[in-house]
């Protein structure tokens, strides 16, 4: 029969088991990542975003360019 002894007692090696055993595994999630923002708060970094896009919409955008096609009954 084994004999008890302390946690604090045994070797490092020992104490270090120990711990490894007690742990236990999220299977892959990192659960500091599950938060959802809060949509109603402010968010600078959502509005430059939203900015930016405008911003590169009305630059990239030329002129209305229409394409008929031959099989178009609307313009015959």
Excluded at 47 to 59: I, T
Aim: proline share 5%.
């Amino acid at each position: 029969m084994d004999r008890y002894v302390p946690l604090n007692k045994k070797s490092k090696k020992e104490q270090k088991k120990f711990h490894d055993m007690q742990r236990s595994t999220w299977n892959g999630l990192n659960p500091a990542t599950r938060t959802q923002p809060n949509g109603k708060g402010y968010d600078r970094n959502k509005l430059k975003q939203r900015d930016l896009r405008n911003s590169r919409k009305f630059e990239t955008e030329g002129p209305a360019v229409f394409c008929l096609c031959a099989g178009s009954s609307q313009f015959t």
